[in-house]
């Protein structure tokens, strides 16, 4: 007996939960269920995390959580429950199998079979965000080593347990040289202690682009947070539907299970949801706590209950389906085919799966590090970035001196063209003068005189190299 958390979620929620639990028990499941309340109704409660503290514990203490979706009201700087706990409890890997199910369900894919292993910790979803200016806001896309090589090895570890063949990178690292670019790195890196399994990297672009029209070329993809949460909605709905794809958030201590699809209140207490991604995302729970057995058989009298052609609205189409049933009677229809297998779909087998191999990260020595300028960002309304410049000029010292100005990170000073739209959101890049090197009394003294001058600065960022090598982006255009 395995004890779990379960919470019913909003919308849609407790009817694909009642669903997928009915099912489960009826296969076999050994399951100790402990219900929990998160979401909208707590969240309106007063509380803006939308989850108690005793609800945590309880997910801590059993280390195993199965959630149905839920809804975050808009406004009131409610958080994201579903990011919350993937951080709070270290569940860095998001694991999300697109399978086609033709002839049963309609798809342009017929033979497509890919996962996709997104990173579920940080990059843009680290939801750091600051106004600083009147028409200018930031968002912080924070991309760490640790982070890299614990979800690139996953993916390899995985293909590896199974049995895949080649694992593909997505980045946009021609545009963001450091943080994308450190993503690739790592990946190139991790490539190498696996030479049995193919390896390849594509531009995010490019990559959806083929992703959508020919998805049959790819096996395991990894990418990072954003893209990731992006375009395994895409691949699960060229499958088919987004509502036949569940997803596993897996952590060193805890893991969490869920459908992929959101809590859909236009379609809720009307008995007509698919249960399908929260009844796929229960069987990557039981192969996770051991069950593969009863996994199995879940897994394959669902693909029966499909291949019959008992479809619920979502996927129901005139002369390929056979039957249109509720939420319901659908999982009826599962339970009547537990012990079945499919006959035209492959059945699947959990068997032999061997546990995977996930090393803790070890972190690496640290490189010499040395401060090699500063960008300072100003809060100025005028038009004329060289009227900015003589203004910011007088913030240099002795052994510091101005270089370069961007706007939305193009340069606009010197040489800058005059078609360059600029906001009021100015990047001042300041560079030791020759022979000279830069400290932080420096940066304190141009920062003062800053105050002198009445120029806002709003932020700065120090420049560093790492073993002399500069780990900053230059402007564009530089």
Not at 161 to 181: A, P
Not at 309 to 334: L, M, N, P
Not at 381 to 393: F, M, R, W
């Amino acid at each position: 007996m395995t004890a779990i958390t379960v919470a019913k979620g909003d919308g849609i929620g407790p009817e694909i939960m009642d669903a997928t639990l009915s099912i489960l028990m009826a296969a076999g499941a050994q399951l100790e269920i402990d219900e929990i309340a998160v979401g909208e109704k707590v969240y309106l409660a007063g509380n803006t995390s939308g989850i108690s503290q005793e609800a945590w514990e309880t997910i801590r203490r059993n280390k195993v959580f199965l959630k149905s979706p839920i809804t975050t009201p808009q406004g009131g700087g409610y958080k994201s429950l579903n990011v919350s706990t993937r951080k709070f409890l270290g569940l860095y890997a998001n694991v999300r199998p697109c399978k086609s199910l033709h002839p049963f369900v309609t798809t342009k894919h017929p033979v497509m079979d890919m996962v996709i292993i997104r990173e579920n910790e940080e990059d843009l979803y680290a939801g750091i965000e600051h106004q600083q200016t009147d028409e200018v806001v930031q968002c912080l896309k924070l991309i760490s080593r640790p982070g890299c090589e614990k979800i690139v090895r996953y993916a390899f570890e995985y293909a590896k347990q199974q049995n895949r063949k080649k694992v593909t990178c997505f980045t946009k690292d021609n545009i963001m040289k450091q943080t994308d670019g450190l993503f690739h790195q790592v990946f190139d890196e991790i490539a190498k202690e696996y030479p049995e399994i193919e390896n390849e990297h594509w531009i995010i672009d490019i990559g959806a682009a083929k992703l959508a029209d020919t998805p049959e070329v790819f096996d395991v993809i990894v990418m990072g947070n954003l893209y990731g949460d992006i375009l395994s909605d895409v691949a699960a709905q060229i499958t088919g539907s987004v509502g036949l794809a569940g997803s596993a958030n897996i952590g060193e201590e805890c893991a969490m299970f869920e459908a992929i699809h959101g809590s859909a209140p236009m379609i809720a207490g009307q008995n007509i949801a698919n249960p399908s991604g929260l009844l796929q995302g229960a069987i990557m729970m039981l192969n996770h706590i051991g069950q593969t057995d009863v996994a199995e058989k879940v897994q394959n009298a669902w693909l029966k209950t499909l291949e019959d052609g008992t479809h619920t609205f979502d996927v129901y189409r005139e002369g390929s389906s056979k039957r249109k049933v509720s939420t319901d009677e659908f999982a009826k229809a599962v339970i009547a085919n537990l012990g079945n297998k499919p006959t035209l779909l492959v059945p699947v087998s959990y068997a032999n799966s061997a546990a995977l191999n996930l090393p803790k990260y070890q972190r690496k020595p640290a490189a010499e590090k040395t401060l090699d300028g500063l960008d300072v960002f100003v809060h100025w309304t005028g038009e004329d970035p060289n009227e900015l410049a003589v203004k910011v000029k007088k913030l240099e010292t002795e052994t510091v001196e101005l270089t370069m100005i961007t706007n939305r990170g193009i340069k606009v000073w010197p040489e800058g063209f005059r078609e360059t739209f600029c906001t009021d959101h100015w990047r001042c890049r300041f560079k030791p003068t020759k022979g000279n090197e830069i400290t932080k009394a420096d940066i304190i003294e141009l920062l003062t005189k800053a105050m002198v001058e009445n120029i806002d600065t709003i932020k700065t960022e120090n420049l560093y190299c790492f073993d002399n090598k500069p780990a900053y982006s230059l402007g564009q255009g530089q």
